[in-house]
C-alpha cells in the first residue's frame, strides 16, 4: 500500500520528534523542510573554538510515562547520567535549588529570616483553608510562597526572564514552578507527603557529544525509513482546495535553487502561529493574524566565555535571580559531558532573556560580553585575564509569554487554523506552549498516534490542547 504523504514544516525537536514517530509506523512518507542550513533548532549542537556547543544548559529527563524511555531507547549507550546539581545565587552566596528554609536562614540576617518564615507560614495557613483563584502571576506565587519569598526570588526572577510578573497570567508560573508552595514542603518535612519526581527531579540524562544528539538520532531514524529532510529549504507557499483554503494539498518548496510540490495529506507545522497563518490565509484573516500576533515572546540571548582554565564550576547550573547580574542563568558546558571540549581550557555560557528593541537587546555584543565577565568576576568564578574569546548567539523570539490576554488569542488562533481539514501543530513555538524537548517528543507520539488510529486532525488538536496546557518544566 502506497504511503500517505505528511509534510512537516521545522527541523528542531518538535517537528523532528513528529516525523520519527509518524516515519516508523511505515504508513506515513514524511518530509521535514527546514529553513536553516542543519537541523535541531535551539536544541541544535555546533562547533566553536574547539568546543561543541549547546544552546543554552540543556538536560534530558521527563515525567511524562514512556517519554523518557523512548529518549533513551534512541541514543542507547551514548548517555551520561547525572545527579542534578542545580543552585541558585542570592546574597553573594550558592545556594541548593530548589530553596530551602535552613539554606535562606545562612543569608539573611534574622529579623528578615523571621518575616519570611511568618510569611511562608501564613501561605501555608491560607493554602490549608483554600484559596481564591490568582489573577497573575504575582498573585499565584504570593499566595504559595508568602510575600517576603516572592519579593527575594520569583519576582526579580520573573523580571529577568519574561517581564512585569503583575501582568503574567498565572499559567506562567503553573509550568514554571511546579512545586504547590509552602503547604506542600511542610507537608513534606513532616514526612506526610512524599516528593514528587514531578516537582524536583534527582537525576537526568544528557547526550556524550551535546544535546543536538538527541535531533539528529531522530532525523536518522525518519530517513531510515524511507523519509527525508530538506535542510536549507524556502518555503514559498502553500496549495490549496476548498472555498475558504480548507484544505492543504502541497507545499511549494525552493531548496539549492530548485523549486518543488511537495504532495501532502496531512501537514504538520512547527512554525510561529503568525507566518503559519500567513501562509494558510495570506491578508484575508486579519483577525487570524492579530489575535496571533499579539501573543508575546522574548528574545535569548547566550553569552559563551571561553576560559583559560580546566574547570570552574561544580554545578550544572546556577540560577541569578538578582539584578545586578546581566544573566539568570549559567552553565559551563563540560560539566555536561567532558569530552565536548579541549582538556585544559573550558567555555561558560550565560543565559538571559529581552524584548525587542529594548537596552539589552540593542546593546552590542562587547556590551553584554563585558556585563557578563562583571558578573562571573563579582561571584568569584573567574577573573577577566582568565576570559580568552566570546561568542555571542542570538535567537529571536523563543520564549512565550503567557500575558492576561493569552488564551483568548490562542482560542481565536486555534480555532480558525483547525478550520483546515488536515493541519496539525507542535513544538514549543508551534503550539505557543512553554515546554521543552520532552514535551515535543510526547507531542510528536500524540500526533502520530491519532492519525494512526484514523482520527481527524480537529480532535486531535483538540486533545493535544488539553495535554499540553497540563505541560510542567520539571527542574
Ligand atoms: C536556554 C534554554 C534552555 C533549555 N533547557 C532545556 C532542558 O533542559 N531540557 C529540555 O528538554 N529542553 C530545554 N529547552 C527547551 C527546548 O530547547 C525546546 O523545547 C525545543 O527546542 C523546542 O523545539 P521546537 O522544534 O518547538 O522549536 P525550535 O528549536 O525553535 O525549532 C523550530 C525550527 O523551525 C525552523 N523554522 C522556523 N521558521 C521556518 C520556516 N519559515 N521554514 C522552515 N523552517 C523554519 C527553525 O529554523 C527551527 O529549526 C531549553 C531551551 C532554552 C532556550
Known amino acids: 500500500m502506497a504511503k500517505e504523504p505528511i509534510v512537516i514544516l521545522g527541523g528542531g525537536v518538535g517537528g523532528l520528534a ?73 546574597r553573594g552566596h550558592a545556594l541548593d535549588y530548589p530553596l530551602q528554609m535552613g539554606n535562606l536562614a545562612k543569608v539573611l540576617g534574622p529579623a528578615q529570616f523571621l518575616r519570611l518564615g511568618l510569611g511562608y507560614a501564613m501561605a ?28 527575594l526570588v520569583f519576582e526579580p526572577l520573573a523580571w529577568k526572564v519574561w517581564g512585569d510578573p503583575a501582568v503574567l497570567h498565572p499559567d506562567m508560573a503553573r509550568t514554571r514552578i511546579p512545586s504547590s508552595g509552602a503547604t506542600e514542603l511542610i507537608l513534606n518535612l513532616l514526612g506526610l507527603k512524599k516528593k514528587s519526581a514531578e516537582t524536583d527531579a534527582t537525576y537526568f540524562y544528557y547526550p556524550k557529544n551535546g544535546f543536538g544528539e538527541l535531533p539528529q538520532a531522530m532525523a536518522d531514524e525518519i530517513i531510515a525509513h524511507g523519509g527525508r529532510i530538506l535542510v536549507n529549504a524556502r518555503i514559498n507557499g502553500f496549495e490549496t482546495q476548498g472555498d475558504n483554503n480548507h484544505h492543504v494539498s502541497g507545499v511549494s518548496v525552493t531548496v539549492d535553487g530548485d523549486t518543488r510540490s511537495l504532495p501532502c495529506h496531512t501537514l504538520v507545522s512547527s512554525l510561529p502561529l503568525p507566518v503559519l497563518g500567513e501562509f494558510v490565509f495570506g491578508d484575508r484573516d486579519p483577525e487570524l493574524i492579530r489575535a496571533a500576533s499579539s501573543l508575546k515572546f ?10 583559560r582554565k580546566p574547570n570552574v564550576l561544580e554545578d550544572h547550573w546556577i540560577f ?42 540593542t546593546s ?65 513555538i508551534g503550539m505557543y506552549n512553554y515546554n521543552n524537548s520532552d514535551h515535543c517528543v510526547d507531542m510528536g507520539r500524540f500526533i502520530a498516534d491519532g492519525l494512526s488510529r484514523g482520527e481527524s486532525t480537529t480532535t486531535i488538536w483538540k486533545n493535544l490542547e488539553q495535554r499540553v496546557s497540563a505541560y510542567r518544566i520539571v527542574d
Open 124 to 151: 501555608m495557613l491560607k493554602g490549608v483553608f483554600g484559596r481564591s483563584t490568582p489573577a497573575s502571576y504575582a498573585e499565584y506565587v504570593i499566595q504559595r510562597f508568602g510575600r517576603q519569598v516572592y519579593e
Open 320 to 361: 541569578f535571580p538578582e539584578r545586578e547580574f546581566l544573566f539568570s542563568r549559567i552553565f559551563e558546558q563540560k560539566v555536561l559531558s567532558p569530552s565536548m571540549g579541549p582538556a585544559d581550557r573550558t567555555v561558560l555560557c550565560c543565559d538571559f532573556t529581552c524584548s525587542a528593541g529594548d537596552d539589552i537587546w
Open 18 to 90: 513528529a516525523g520519527w514517530f509518524l516515519a516508523r509506523t511505515d504508513r506515513y512518507d514524511v518530509t521535514v523542510v527546514e529553513r536553516a542550513p542543519v537541523i535541531g533548532g535551539l536544541c541544535g549542537t555546533f562547533e566553536h573554538n574547539g568546543f561543541r556547543l549547546d544552546y543554552g544548559p540543556h538536560k534530558m529527563y521527563s515525567v511524562i510515562p514512556g517519554v523518557l524511555d523512548e529518549m533513551r531507547q534512541l541514543l542507547d549507550g551514548r548517555l551520561i547520567e547525572h545527579r542534578k546539581r542545580h543552585r541558585i545565587f542570592l
Open 298 to 307: 522574548r528574545h535569548l540571548i547566550l553569552v559563551y566565555l571561553f576560559v
Open 364 to 428: 552590542t555584543d562587547d556590551q553584554l560580553v563585558a556585563r557578563c565577565i562583571e558578573g562571573l568576576v563579582t561571584m568569584g568564578s573567574i577573573r577577566a585575564e582568565d576570559v580568552e574569546g566570546h561568542l555571542v548567539k542570538r535567537s529571536q523570539n523563543f520564549y512565550p509569554v503567557y500575558d492576561l490576554t493569552y488564551t483568548e488569542n490562542m482560542k481565536n488562533v486555534s480555532r480558525r487554523l483547525q478550520s483546515v481539514d488536515n493541519l496539525l501543530t507542535t513544538g514549543r
